[in-house]
């Protein structure tokens, strides 16, 4: 997940963003980990932020931050899709953060099939 500054142009990077004096990550970087974020938004009455992500094929998963927390957070993806080790013996992987709900793809499947 990006940060930036859109304010200006072009575009600046907040000089708080976690991997901003890492030479092996890109400076916007906010957060890792997230396989495909379709949709996200920040709570009106407090600032917290949620994201919708996209699973590989048996979880989707709905993270969650509170507003003030800082980035740099690994959500987990590329190891683990939701909860489950995905490719975790590929890779070197790091714990990912808590994660608020998962929902098995099959349940979703029926759930819009009882439409």
Same mark, same amino acid.
């Given at each position: 997940?990006?940060r930036i500054n859109v304010?200006?142009?072009?575009?600046?990077?907040?000089?708080?963003?976690? #991997?901003?004096?890492?030479?092996?990550?890109?400076?916007?970087? %906010?957060?890792? @980990?997230?396989?495909?974020? +379709?949709? %996200?938004? +920040?709570?009106?009455?407090? @600032?917290d932020m949620w994201i /919708?992500?996209? @699973?590989?094929?048996?979880?989707?998963?709905?993270? #969650?931050?509170?507003? @003030?927390?800082?980035?740099?957070?690994? #959500?987990? %993806?590329?190891? #683990?899709?939701?909860?489950? /080790?995905?490719? /975790?013996?590929?890779?070197?992987?790091?714990?990912?953060?808590?994660?608020?709900l998962f929902i098995p793809?099959?349940?979703? /499947?029926?759930?819009?099939?009882?439409?």
């Amino acid at each position: 997940m990006l940060r930036i500054n859109v304010n200006t142009l072009p575009y600046t990077i907040p000089a708080d963003n976690p #991997y901003v004096s890492d030479p092996n990550v890109a400076d916007e970087i %906010w957060a890792i @980990g997230l396989r495909n974020p +379709f949709r %996200w938004s +920040f709570d009106r009455s407090n @600032g917290d932020m949620w994201i /919708a992500d996209v @699973g590989q094929g048996a979880q989707e998963e709905i993270n #969650y931050r509170a507003s @003030g927390t800082t980035g740099g957070i690994n #959500y987990g %993806w590329r190891c #683990y899709e939701g909860s489950v /080790a995905y490719n /975790a013996q590929a890779i070197a992987c790091l714990s990912p953060v808590i994660y608020l709900l998962f929902i098995p793809t099959d349940v979703i /499947a029926q759930m819009v099939a009882s439409r």
